[in-house]
């Protein structure tokens, strides 16, 4: 008997330790990155290993903006383009910076574009990854992995049923310099496209923050895209839009962002030590990661090259959980905040009637992080 009235005393701390494992498991499941798919794979998957085949034309050594090194790498983006059956152009501009912190003021800039014409468009999508490095870096993490992704990405839905919507590619120059790409692309936008709806094309910026670690989707502009960010899977919060905001940084998806377009900015941000340094190489880069952005880019991509971009869904607080993106709609933000602040009170008012004491309030909240 006394055996049995100890085990249900136990009962309510055995579920919180379940609940405590759960909840670990839960948070811990999205950082793992996925296992790089072999060169073997499917015609219709992305795979990491084809991906970092290609970075030997892209970053081997040091490209900046306007060197000799940088010319190659653009003659062979524009060769693999080709070979996927695709008619890049390089645009040649002078841009003005757009960046605060940037060392130049002004550039003359040669951008690579090209397009997968969708069947029945409704707007279009624009793979984004700039294609210069920093003088000190051959610049595997920062950006080339990204651009051999899109490449990748690229070759799969060439493989594939033709989208509804319109896929671009562009290969940005100058990023490092002040974004000086992304603007002259802007630039000529308006100019050429006077007339179309900036909200009707959608933004899909890739970056590299390091050499490792799982891809992080860490903003979206505009409105609406819940779809693409749990087609995406990939590590978010709809928190952290709200954090990158209020730090010092941009990527060419800042420039779109303030010209009217929407979008989604992914990275990954570990081995963050080698960024901008001669060891941001192609031996340093994770394929774990590459496979990671590629997936995450891809499922964005298939789901908004099949949606109606003349129309967005509405906005919506979105999160992380097993491996998968939670949503529900941003309506429910503040009252599910009022329930949470009027649940912690009423919860330790019933602790206390079953002799929940102060103390052991306080165990239990210092220890549940």
Partial sequence: MQFLTMMRRRVPALAALLLLLLTAFAVTQPLRTSEPRPASAPAGEFSAARAVALLDGIAKVPHPAGSGAQADVREYLVGEL??????????????????????????????????????????????????????????????????????????????????????????????????????????????????????????????????????????????????AVRASRALTTSFSAAIYERLPNDTDLTVFDEAGMRGLNFAFMEGSAHYHTAHDSISRLDAASVQDMGDAALGAVRQLGGTDLSHSDPDATYFSLFGTVVSYPAWLNLPLALVAALGVPLLLWLGRRRGLSPSGAGRAAVAFP
Avoid at 115 to 125: A, D, F, M, Q, S
Avoid at 162 to 173: A, S, Y
Avoid at 200 to 226: C, D, H, I, Y
């Fill in 82 to 227: 080709r070979k996927l059956g695709l008619r890049p152009e390089v645009q040649t501009r002078v841009a003005p910076s757009n960046a605060e912190d940037s060392p130049a003021v002004v550039g003359s800039v040669s951008n690579i574009h090209a397009t997968i014409p969708g069947k029945k468009p409704t707007g279009r999508v624009l793979l984004v990854a700039h294609y210069d490095s920093v003088p000190t870096a051959p610049g595997a993490g920062d950006d080339g992995s990204s651009v051999a992704a899109i490449l990748e990405i690229a070759r799969v839905l060439k493989s594939g049923a033709q989208p509804r919507n319109d896929i671009e590619i562009l290969f940005t120059d100058g990023e490092e310099q002040g974004l000086l790409g992304a603007q002259a692309f802007v630039d000529a936008e308006a100019s050429t496209r006077p007339t179309a709806d900036p909200r009707q094309t959608v933004v899909l910026n890739m970056e590299g923050r390091g050499t490792s670690g799982p891809v992080v989707m860490f903003q979206k502009a505009g409105t609406g895209l819940t779809s």
